[in-house]
Structure formats: structure tokens, C-alpha cells
């Protein structure tokens, strides 16, 4: 069985509710990654902020990426894996919340990793890839 484990970008990287968006455009970058969890005070994720997120509702909107924080600009209750779930859950999951990229926790509910379409591009057949491009994207 092959599982979110298995296909996921290993690394922890985060930024805190708290960390300005600058910040969190410094990290995207040194780190290559597209999208950062968020955690709040606990250390619990507590969204996910995208790079095309502080483009379009920062930059785009002519606000100050050093004056808004990350727990500012991130939505929604954020969706997330266990590490041993099996990739068809995976698929699930990213298909039925019309999601491109997936956090993985472990059992400590730690994040760990991320799954990203790039990932599943590299595990799925042909076939199973262009039925998640056409669920994801519809």
C-alpha cells in the first residue's frame, strides 16, 4: 500500500499566524515551496497561506506584505492527511476540496510534509493523474 508518507515532500516548514507576509515570501523562496502552513500559539496549523495569496490579496490589493501577518490573509479550516493514509484518501481528499496541495501530519499530529501535484505527478498512472486534474480543476 502506498501512502501519503510515501508520496509526500518531506520538511516541516511552517510560519506562525504571527510572522509577517515579507516573511513568509522569504521562506517560499529559500525553501522553494509554493505554500506554508500557518500555526497559531499552540502550535497548531491553523490555515495554509499560498504565495498566490500574497500576491493577489496583499500585493494586488496594495497593502503592505510587511504590515499583515500570515493568520491575517489565510481562510478557511485547513485540510490535512495522516502520514498513513492510503493515496487513494489522499486523492479523495485533494479531489472533493478541490485542492492542489495537502499537508501530512504523523501521529503526534505534527506536520511532516506536504503532498503537492508535483508529488502525486511523480506516484500516479496517466490515467489516475488526469482524472485528478479534471476533479480538481472542473
Known sequence: MTTAADIMSP???WIPATETL???SQLMREHELGALPVSDQNERMCGILT???IVVKCVAAGRDPSQI???ELCEGTPRWIASDADVDDVLQ???????RRLPVIDGNK?????I???DLAKTLTDDQLAQFV???YA
Open 93 to 99: 481528499e485533494m479531489q472533493s476540496n478541490q485542492i
Open 22 to 24: 515579507d516573511r513568509a
Open 116 to 118: 503537492s501535484e508535483a
Open 51 to 53: 504565495d498566490r495569496d
Open 134 to 136: 479534471e476533479r480538481v
Open 110 to 114: 505534527r506536520f511532516v510534509g506536504m
Open 11 to 13: 520538511g516541516a516548514h
Open 69 to 71: 501577518t500570515a493568520g
